[in-house]
Nanobody, 120 residues
């Protein structure tokens, strides 16, 4: 069974930093497009960053310069570095992995989420 396991969340002070990780049990993880999303209670899940199999990254405007996504294919892991944390970054952060061929998503997996709480 495919699993995505997020880790690295926690309680940090305003201005602090965290590095979230998403470890996958997918043997061919390196060819997946991986995204980090976040969601606050009662709100829609928001895409914050993606990384392709070739390492191309994209970020939501709200997090550019603030979040950095990276991947280590040898470890089947994608990371999200969050610097200068602000209280509005408090959310549950989810990892998503998609196998995309052309414009078609063939498979789609989600992790269970990791809570990030920023105190002011």
């Amino acid at each position: 069974q495919v699993q995505l396991v997020e880790a690295g969340g926690g309680l940090v002070q305003d201005g602090g930093f965290l590095r979230l990780s998403c470890a996958a049990s997918i043997r061919t993880f390196s060819i997946y497009v991986v995204g980090w999303f976040r969601q606050a209670p009662g709100k829609q899940r928001e895409l914050v960053a993606t990384i392709t199999s070739s390492g191309t990254t994209n970020y939501a405007d709200s997090v550019k310069g603030h979040f950095t996504i990276s991947r280590d294919n040898a470890k089947n892991t994608v990371y999200l570095q969050i610097n200068s944390l602000k209280p509005e970054d408090t959310d549950v952060y989810y990892c998503n992995a998609r196998l995309v061929v052309g414009s078609t998503t063939l498979t789609d997996y989600w992790g269970q989420g990791t809570q990030v709480t920023v105190s002011s």
